[in-house]
Protein backbone atom coordinates (compact mmCIF):
# COMPACT_ATOMS: atom_id res chain seq x y z
CA UNK A 1 0.00 0.00 0.00
CA UNK A 2 0.78 3.60 -0.75
CA UNK A 3 1.26 6.36 1.83
CA UNK A 4 0.35 10.09 1.59
CA UNK A 5 -3.19 8.98 1.45
CA UNK A 6 -5.58 10.40 3.64
CA UNK A 7 -6.52 6.91 5.34
CA UNK A 8 -3.17 5.75 4.43
CA UNK A 9 -2.27 5.10 8.01
CA UNK A 10 -4.13 5.42 11.53
CA UNK A 11 -3.80 8.55 13.72
CA UNK A 12 -1.53 6.46 16.10
CA UNK A 13 1.21 5.28 13.61
CA UNK A 14 1.80 8.98 12.11
CA UNK A 15 2.08 9.84 16.10
CA UNK A 16 4.48 7.02 16.59
CA UNK A 17 6.83 8.00 13.13
CA UNK A 18 6.86 11.65 14.41
CA UNK A 19 8.28 10.89 17.28
CA UNK A 20 10.69 8.12 15.50
CA UNK A 21 11.58 11.49 13.30
CA UNK A 22 11.94 13.75 16.42
CA UNK A 23 14.00 10.85 18.07
CA UNK A 24 16.66 10.79 15.07
CA UNK A 25 16.94 14.70 14.88
CA UNK A 26 17.07 14.82 18.16
CA UNK A 27 19.87 12.72 18.35
CA UNK A 28 22.12 13.99 15.40
CA UNK A 29 21.68 17.80 17.10
CA UNK A 30 23.11 15.83 19.93
CA UNK A 31 25.99 14.15 18.10
CA UNK A 32 26.75 17.55 16.44
CA UNK A 33 27.09 19.66 19.25
CA UNK A 34 29.45 17.18 21.25
CA UNK A 35 31.34 16.97 17.97
CA UNK A 36 31.59 20.93 17.27
CA UNK A 37 34.50 22.76 19.88
CA UNK A 38 32.82 25.31 19.50
CA UNK A 39 29.75 24.00 21.74
CA UNK A 40 31.04 21.25 23.67
CA UNK A 41 31.29 22.94 26.85
CA UNK A 42 28.79 19.90 28.43
CA UNK A 43 30.69 16.77 28.63
CA UNK A 44 28.02 13.74 27.51
CA UNK A 45 26.95 12.26 30.77
CA UNK A 46 27.59 8.65 30.67
CA UNK A 47 24.63 6.10 30.73
CA UNK A 48 26.18 3.32 31.79
CA UNK A 49 27.64 4.96 34.94
CA UNK A 50 26.23 3.57 38.25
CA UNK A 51 26.28 4.40 42.07
CA UNK A 52 25.69 1.22 44.22
CA UNK A 53 24.83 1.91 47.86
CA UNK A 54 25.96 -0.84 50.11
CA UNK A 55 26.09 -0.70 54.19
CA UNK A 56 29.49 0.10 54.40
CA UNK A 57 30.74 1.27 51.09
CA UNK A 58 29.26 3.62 48.30
CA UNK A 59 30.54 1.74 45.10
CA UNK A 60 30.42 3.83 41.61
CA UNK A 61 31.53 2.35 38.18
CA UNK A 62 30.23 0.75 35.17
CA UNK A 63 30.29 -3.14 33.91
CA UNK A 64 28.97 -4.56 30.76
CA UNK A 65 31.01 -7.46 29.06
CA UNK A 66 33.24 -6.74 26.19
CA UNK A 67 33.27 -3.61 26.69
CA UNK A 68 34.59 -1.97 29.87
CA UNK A 69 34.58 -2.81 33.67
CA UNK A 70 35.38 -1.04 36.65
CA UNK A 71 33.96 -0.14 39.97
CA UNK A 72 35.59 2.21 42.58
CA UNK A 73 35.11 1.93 46.45
CA UNK A 74 35.43 5.30 47.54
CA UNK A 75 35.96 5.09 51.46
CA UNK A 76 38.61 1.80 50.72
CA UNK A 77 40.23 4.75 47.69
CA UNK A 78 40.57 1.00 45.65
CA UNK A 79 39.15 0.07 42.49
CA UNK A 80 38.28 -3.20 41.29
CA UNK A 81 39.59 -3.33 37.47
CA UNK A 82 40.14 -0.68 35.67
CA UNK A 83 38.14 -1.30 32.37
CA UNK A 84 39.70 1.84 29.55
CA UNK A 85 40.80 4.13 33.12
CA UNK A 86 38.05 6.45 33.66
CA UNK A 87 39.18 10.21 34.92
CA UNK A 88 37.62 8.93 38.02
CA UNK A 89 40.47 6.55 39.04
CA UNK A 90 43.34 8.24 37.81
CA UNK A 91 44.32 9.77 41.65
CA UNK A 92 42.61 5.95 42.92
CA UNK A 93 45.95 4.82 44.22
CA UNK A 94 45.29 1.01 44.13
CA UNK A 95 43.90 -1.06 41.52
CA UNK A 96 42.65 -4.22 41.72
CA UNK A 97 42.42 -6.07 38.25
CA UNK A 98 41.26 -9.53 37.97
CA UNK A 99 42.64 -10.48 34.71
CA UNK A 100 44.48 -9.35 31.64
CA UNK A 101 40.63 -8.93 29.07
CA UNK A 102 40.97 -5.94 27.60
CA UNK A 103 37.95 -4.81 28.85
CA UNK A 104 39.30 -4.99 32.60
CA UNK A 105 42.61 -4.52 32.03
CA UNK A 106 43.48 -2.26 28.75
CA UNK A 107 43.37 1.09 31.20
CA UNK A 108 46.82 0.20 32.90
CA UNK A 109 49.16 2.04 30.75
CA UNK A 110 47.01 4.87 30.31
CA UNK A 111 46.44 5.37 34.17
CA UNK A 112 50.34 5.40 34.72
CA UNK A 113 50.65 7.45 31.54
CA UNK A 114 48.13 10.27 33.07
CA UNK A 115 49.85 9.97 36.80
CA UNK A 116 52.81 10.73 35.00
CA UNK A 117 51.60 13.76 33.25
CA UNK A 118 49.95 15.06 36.49
CA UNK A 119 53.64 14.36 38.63
CA UNK A 120 51.25 11.46 40.64
CA UNK A 121 53.44 9.87 42.88
CA UNK A 122 52.97 6.23 43.92
CA UNK A 123 50.17 3.59 42.28
CA UNK A 124 49.75 0.10 42.45
CA UNK A 125 48.30 -1.90 40.00
CA UNK A 126 47.63 -5.82 41.05
CA UNK A 127 47.00 -8.20 38.80
CA UNK A 128 47.04 -12.32 38.93
CA UNK A 129 50.66 -13.62 39.34
CA UNK A 130 50.66 -15.01 36.14
CA UNK A 131 49.68 -11.88 34.07
CA UNK A 132 52.01 -9.94 35.75
CA UNK A 133 55.42 -10.61 33.98
CA UNK A 134 53.33 -10.03 30.55
CA UNK A 135 51.71 -6.72 31.80
CA UNK A 136 54.87 -5.08 32.97
CA UNK A 137 56.22 -6.15 29.19
CA UNK A 138 53.43 -3.92 28.07
CA UNK A 139 54.68 -0.81 29.91
CA UNK A 140 58.15 -1.47 29.20
CA UNK A 141 57.41 -1.20 25.83
CA UNK A 142 54.81 1.85 25.90
CA UNK A 143 57.86 3.46 27.75
CA UNK A 144 60.16 2.94 25.06
CA UNK A 145 58.06 3.56 21.84
CA UNK A 146 56.53 6.82 23.47
CA UNK A 147 59.70 7.92 25.75
CA UNK A 148 57.46 8.19 29.17
CA UNK A 149 58.52 7.07 32.26
CA UNK A 150 55.94 5.04 34.05
CA UNK A 151 58.50 4.05 37.17
CA UNK A 152 56.18 5.67 39.65
CA UNK A 153 53.56 2.71 38.87
CA UNK A 154 53.97 -0.39 40.02
CA UNK A 155 52.45 -3.97 38.55
CA UNK A 156 52.10 -6.44 41.05
CA UNK A 157 50.98 -10.45 40.96
CA UNK A 158 49.12 -11.88 43.13
CA UNK A 159 48.71 -15.44 43.81
CA UNK A 160 45.66 -16.94 45.33
CA UNK A 161 45.87 -16.57 49.14
CA UNK A 162 48.62 -13.17 48.82
CA UNK A 163 47.20 -10.47 51.20
CA UNK A 164 47.44 -6.64 50.42
CA UNK A 165 46.99 -4.06 53.78
CA UNK A 166 44.93 -1.30 52.99
CA UNK A 167 45.68 1.34 55.13
CA UNK A 168 45.47 -0.05 58.77
CA UNK A 169 41.77 -1.11 59.10
CA UNK A 170 41.51 -3.36 55.90
CA UNK A 171 43.14 -5.76 53.96
CA UNK A 172 42.49 -7.34 50.61
CA UNK A 173 42.99 -11.23 49.61
CA UNK A 174 43.68 -12.28 46.25
CA UNK A 175 41.20 -15.52 45.72
CA UNK A 176 40.93 -17.93 42.41
CA UNK A 177 38.38 -17.41 39.83
CA UNK A 178 37.55 -19.41 36.94
CA UNK A 179 37.66 -18.31 34.04
CA UNK A 180 39.54 -18.98 30.21
CA UNK A 181 42.99 -17.04 31.29
CA UNK A 182 44.46 -16.60 34.87
CA UNK A 183 41.85 -14.56 36.94
CA UNK A 184 41.63 -13.32 40.64
CA UNK A 185 38.58 -12.80 42.59
CA UNK A 186 39.60 -10.04 45.61
CA UNK A 187 37.90 -10.07 49.29
CA UNK A 188 38.19 -6.84 51.18
CA UNK A 189 38.32 -7.74 54.92
CA UNK A 190 38.14 -5.37 57.67
CA UNK A 191 40.21 -5.52 61.22
CA UNK A 192 39.34 -4.33 63.98
CA UNK A 193 40.60 -4.87 67.46
CA UNK A 194 37.43 -5.48 70.06
CA UNK A 195 37.10 -6.17 74.05
CA UNK A 196 37.65 -9.62 74.86
CA UNK A 197 34.03 -11.39 75.60
CA UNK A 198 35.82 -11.51 79.38
CA UNK A 199 35.98 -8.15 79.55
CA UNK A 200 32.43 -6.79 78.22
CA UNK A 201 30.34 -5.21 80.69
CA UNK A 202 33.98 -3.46 82.95
CA UNK A 203 34.13 -0.55 83.78
CA UNK A 204 36.10 2.18 81.51
CA UNK A 205 38.23 2.84 83.97
CA UNK A 206 38.79 -1.05 85.68
CA UNK A 207 39.77 -1.97 81.59
CA UNK A 208 41.97 1.21 81.42
CA UNK A 209 44.19 -0.30 84.44
CA UNK A 210 44.24 -3.73 83.33
CA UNK A 211 45.66 -2.59 79.48
CA UNK A 212 48.26 -0.40 82.20
CA UNK A 213 49.14 -3.21 84.05
CA UNK A 214 50.19 -5.67 80.54
CA UNK A 215 46.78 -7.55 80.28
CA UNK A 216 45.51 -7.85 76.34
CA UNK A 217 41.93 -6.65 76.90
CA UNK A 218 41.49 -7.01 73.00
CA UNK A 219 41.69 -9.22 70.40
CA UNK A 220 41.91 -8.40 66.58
CA UNK A 221 38.86 -9.13 64.98
CA UNK A 222 38.10 -9.85 61.03
CA UNK A 223 34.81 -9.28 58.65
CA UNK A 224 34.57 -9.86 54.82
CA UNK A 225 33.32 -7.06 53.71
CA UNK A 226 33.02 -7.05 50.21
CA UNK A 227 33.96 -10.08 47.64
CA UNK A 228 34.38 -9.23 44.07
CA UNK A 229 34.47 -12.12 41.77
CA UNK A 230 35.58 -10.65 38.55
CA UNK A 231 35.27 -12.84 35.20
CA UNK A 232 34.54 -16.03 36.54
CA UNK A 233 32.23 -19.10 35.43
CA UNK A 234 30.37 -21.25 37.98
CA UNK A 235 33.79 -22.92 38.92
CA UNK A 236 34.10 -20.45 41.50
CA UNK A 237 30.59 -21.70 43.05
CA UNK A 238 31.35 -24.95 43.50
CA UNK A 239 35.25 -24.16 45.05
CA UNK A 240 33.55 -21.62 47.50
CA UNK A 241 30.88 -24.24 48.38
CA UNK A 242 33.39 -27.06 48.95
CA UNK A 243 35.86 -24.61 50.69
CA UNK A 244 35.40 -21.78 53.42
CA UNK A 245 32.65 -20.24 51.65
CA UNK A 246 34.04 -16.77 51.86
CA UNK A 247 32.29 -15.48 48.46
CA UNK A 248 28.60 -16.69 49.90
CA UNK A 249 29.62 -15.06 53.75
CA UNK A 250 31.30 -11.66 52.63
CA UNK A 251 28.89 -8.68 53.06
CA UNK A 252 28.54 -7.65 49.44
CA UNK A 253 28.89 -9.99 46.80
CA UNK A 254 29.57 -8.35 43.67
CA UNK A 255 29.57 -11.29 41.09
CA UNK A 256 29.53 -11.13 36.70
CA UNK A 257 26.32 -12.63 35.43
CA UNK A 258 26.80 -12.50 31.83
CA UNK A 259 24.13 -14.02 30.55
CA UNK A 260 20.66 -15.00 31.62
CA UNK A 261 18.39 -16.28 28.98
CA UNK A 262 17.05 -20.13 28.31
CA UNK A 263 19.71 -20.80 25.54
CA UNK A 264 22.68 -18.62 26.48
CA UNK A 265 23.68 -21.64 29.05
CA UNK A 266 26.23 -23.43 26.60
CA UNK A 267 27.84 -19.91 25.16
CA UNK A 268 28.00 -19.04 29.29
CA UNK A 269 29.86 -22.40 30.05
CA UNK A 270 32.14 -22.30 26.80
CA UNK A 271 33.13 -19.11 27.41
CA UNK A 272 33.32 -19.53 30.68
CA UNK A 273 31.29 -16.87 32.22
CA UNK A 274 27.97 -17.20 34.76
CA UNK A 275 24.72 -17.78 33.78
CA UNK A 276 21.62 -16.52 36.00
CA UNK A 277 20.55 -19.84 36.47
CA UNK A 278 24.11 -20.68 37.90
CA UNK A 279 23.40 -18.25 40.82
CA UNK A 280 19.74 -19.67 41.65
CA UNK A 281 21.29 -23.52 41.99
CA UNK A 282 23.01 -22.39 44.95
CA UNK A 283 20.26 -19.51 46.20
CA UNK A 284 19.76 -20.95 49.67
CA UNK A 285 24.11 -20.80 49.99
CA UNK A 286 24.33 -17.14 49.82
CA UNK A 287 24.48 -15.19 53.30
CA UNK A 288 25.32 -11.89 51.75
CA UNK A 289 23.54 -8.92 52.92
CA UNK A 290 23.64 -7.54 49.05
CA UNK A 291 24.36 -9.37 45.78
CA UNK A 292 25.39 -7.04 42.83
CA UNK A 293 25.00 -8.46 39.60
CA UNK A 294 27.73 -7.04 37.23
CA UNK A 295 29.05 -7.67 33.80
CA UNK A 296 25.60 -8.42 31.52
CA UNK A 297 26.40 -9.30 27.70
CA UNK A 298 25.72 -6.40 25.47
CA UNK A 299 23.12 -8.29 23.78
CA UNK A 300 20.31 -7.89 26.30
CA UNK A 301 18.87 -4.36 27.05
CA UNK A 302 18.18 -3.18 30.41
CA UNK A 303 14.54 -4.07 30.76
CA UNK A 304 15.53 -7.35 28.99
CA UNK A 305 17.74 -7.82 31.73
CA UNK A 306 15.59 -6.60 34.79
CA UNK A 307 12.33 -8.53 34.10
CA UNK A 308 14.37 -11.65 33.20
CA UNK A 309 15.99 -11.85 36.57
CA UNK A 310 12.86 -10.72 38.55
CA UNK A 311 11.10 -13.58 36.45
CA UNK A 312 13.72 -16.45 37.17
CA UNK A 313 14.96 -15.08 40.67
CA UNK A 314 14.04 -17.42 43.27
CA UNK A 315 12.78 -15.58 46.70
CA UNK A 316 15.13 -16.00 49.04
CA UNK A 317 17.48 -13.88 46.87
CA UNK A 318 14.81 -11.40 45.76
CA UNK A 319 15.31 -8.74 47.91
CA UNK A 320 18.98 -8.73 48.13
CA UNK A 321 19.99 -8.51 44.28
CA UNK A 322 21.13 -5.29 42.86
CA UNK A 323 21.85 -5.08 39.39
CA UNK A 324 24.94 -3.00 38.13
CA UNK A 325 22.68 -0.87 35.64
CA UNK A 326 22.08 2.65 36.07
CA UNK A 327 18.25 3.65 37.99
CA UNK A 328 15.74 3.28 37.72
CA UNK A 329 16.96 -0.88 36.99
CA UNK A 330 18.98 -1.45 40.22
CA UNK A 331 16.17 -3.08 42.04
CA UNK A 332 14.08 -6.61 40.83
ZN1 LIG B 1 34.91 -9.24 30.89
ZN1 LIG C 1 37.20 -11.98 30.76
Known sequence: MGGGGLYAKPFGTRRREDAKKEKAQN????????????????????????????????????????????????????????GRCPDQLIATPHIFVTHAHLDHAVGIPFYA?????????????????????????????????TGASFEEVEVIGLAVGDVVPLGRTHEVRAHRATHRVAANAYEVIELRHRLRDEFIGREEREISELRLSGVTVTEEWRRSMLFY???????????????????????????????????????????????????????ERFENETIVLTHFSRRYSRTEIHDEIRRRCPSVLRERIRLALPEPYQRL
Open 229 to 283: TGDTDRGILEQSDAQNGELFKSEVLMIECSFIIAGHEERAAKYRHIHFDDIAAFA
Open 27 to 82: FAASRLRVNNPLTYRFPMTDKDFVTIATPHFNIEGRSRAGHETWFRVRELNAAFDI
Open 113 to 145: GQRQLHRMTGGRVYVPADAAEGMREIMTIYERI
